[in-house]
Nanobody, 124 residues
């Protein structure tokens, strides 16, 4: 059974940075694509960034491109989201997700493993 645990969220001023981590367990024996999604109050959960199993392919939402960087360390079963130049619009609960695939996946419906989320609050 796959378990995902996020950490690294918190309160930061606009223009600041945070680095989220997601530690996965139960991934042995399979390839997994990983992604970060976020959900602000009153909004649907939205795609932020995704990364292939090898880490060689990444995709970003237009709203975070150039500011956020997704990466992974398969030896540590960990995926990261480095967030720079944070804006108040980035305030949300950030979720880590995993899907059994060697390629990158953008479709939220294809992710069947989710963490409980970590709160990111950006004050203006």
């Amino acid at each position: 059974q796959v378990q995902l645990v996020e950490s690294g969220g918190g309160l930061v001023q606009a223009g600041g940075s945070l680095k989220l981590s997601c530690v996965a367990s139960g991934l042995t024996g399979n390839y997994y694509a990983m992604a970060w999604f976020r959900q602000a109050p009153g909004n649907e959960r939205e795609f932020v960034a995704a990364i292939s199993w090898s880490g060689g392919i990444t995709y970003y939402a237009e709203s975070v491109k150039g500011r956020f960087t997704i990466s992974r360390d398969n030896a540590r079963n960990t995926v990261y989201l480095q967030m720079n130049s944070l804006q108040s619009e980035d305030t949300a609960v950030y979720y880590c997700a995993a899907a059994r695939s060697s390629i990158v996946i953008l479709n939220i419906k294809l992710y069947d493993n989710w963490g409980h989320g970590t709160q990111v609050t950006v004050s203006s």
